[in-house]
């Protein structure tokens, strides 16, 4: 629309939504959680050369004590993502980081720990490994997140082994906790691998009543040639 100098009037350009800060080398993955006012963790993974390798690194910042700590550790691949949660509800937050492994037996390596105010180092914990049970026809594509304070867990269960496995379209979901600075373990869904063939026990009580009737036959021709014979 043109003003009174003959000038057309140009429209605001769209605001753009701001880019995420690339992360300088040697550093490939940084996420804050912030878990009270004061209290935060910058947790970053980092190393030069071979990605499926490197360390990583919790920054805990307690502005209001004014307190920094580090905690540090080898990673085995690369972070998929970082959970906090209290699952022992004791007012120390946990910090779980989840890597996906290039190992194609365990898939997935969680690295956990539970911060302590009194204490200036982390509590590491223990993940437990699945059990043969649990591990049945998993293929990794793990799927974590929090729920009312606990770990879910959830993966699809394959069919068959190697190459020729193929999604059997169940899941299998566990929930994890926390007590006494161990870990607790709970399966909630039952899948396909549960379910066990039932017997064919019609065909027997039928075969067992073929057989009654045969013997029941016998026994009474039997009868009958003994009263002949009385006779």
Same mark, same amino acid.
């Given at each position: 629309?043109?003003?009174?100098? !003959?000038?057309?009037?140009?429209?605001?350009? *769209?605001?753009? *939504?701001?880019?995420?800060?690339?992360?300088?080398?040697?550093?490939?993955?940084?996420?804050?959680?912030?878990?009270?006012?004061?209290?935060?963790?910058?947790?970053?993974?980092? !190393?030069?050369?071979?990605?499926?390798?490197?360390?990583?690194?919790?920054?805990?910042?307690?502005?209001?004590?004014?307190?920094?700590?580090?905690?540090?550790?080898?990673?085995?691949?690369?972070?998929?993502?970082?959970?906090?949660?209290?699952?022992?509800?004791?007012?120390?937050?946990?910090?779980?980081?989840?890597?996906?492994?290039?190992?194609?037996?365990?898939?997935?390596?969680?690295?956990?720990?539970?911060?302590?105010?009194?204490?200036?180092?982390?509590?590491?914990?223990?993940?437990?490994?699945?059990?043969?049970?649990?591990?049945? !026809?998993?293929?990794?594509?793990?799927?974590?997140?929090?729920?009312? !304070?606990?770990?879910?867990?959830?993966?699809?269960?394959?069919?068959?082994?190697?190459?020729? *496995?193929?999604?059997?379209?169940?899941?299998?979901?566990?929930?994890?906790?926390?007590?006494?600075?161990?870990?607790?373990?709970?399966?909630?869904?039952?899948?396909?691998?549960?379910?066990?063939?039932?017997?064919?026990?019609? *065909?027997?009580?039928?075969?067992?009543?073929?057989?009654?009737?045969?013997?029941?036959?016998?026994?009474?021709?039997?009868?009958?040639?003994?009263?002949?014979?009385?006779?």
């Amino acid at each position: 629309m043109a003003g009174c100098g !003959g000038q057309e009037t140009k429209k605001p350009a *769209a605001p753009t *939504a701001p880019k995420k800060p690339e992360l300088m080398a040697p550093f490939r993955f940084h996420k804050l959680i912030e878990v009270s006012p004061g209290q935060s963790y910058d947790i970053l993974s980092w !190393g030069r050369g071979a990605e499926e390798a490197g360390s990583f690194m919790i920054l805990h910042s307690d502005s209001s004590a004014i307190k920094y700590t580090t905690t540090t550790g080898d990673l085995d691949g690369a972070i998929i993502d970082v959970y906090n949660s209290d699952m022992d509800v004791d007012g120390n937050p946990e910090i779980l980081i989840q890597a996906k492994s290039k190992d194609t037996t365990n898939y997935t390596s969680i690295y956990a720990f539970e911060f302590n105010d009194n204490n200036s180092k982390a509590n590491k914990l223990d993940f437990p490994k699945l059990t043969s049970s649990q591990r049945k !026809g998993y293929r990794g594509n793990d799927n974590f997140y929090i729920k009312e !304070g606990k770990l879910m867990r959830e993966f699809p269960i394959f069919n068959g082994t190697g190459k020729d *496995a193929k999604p059997s379209g169940a899941k299998r979901q566990l929930e994890y906790g926390l007590r006494g600075n161990e870990f607790t373990v709970k399966q909630l869904s039952k899948d396909s691998t549960d379910v066990k063939q039932p017997d064919n026990q019609p *065909a027997k009580t039928d075969e067992k009543k073929s057989s009654d009737i045969q013997s029941s036959s016998s026994s009474k021709s039997s009868k009958k040639k003994h009263k002949r014979h009385r006779g």
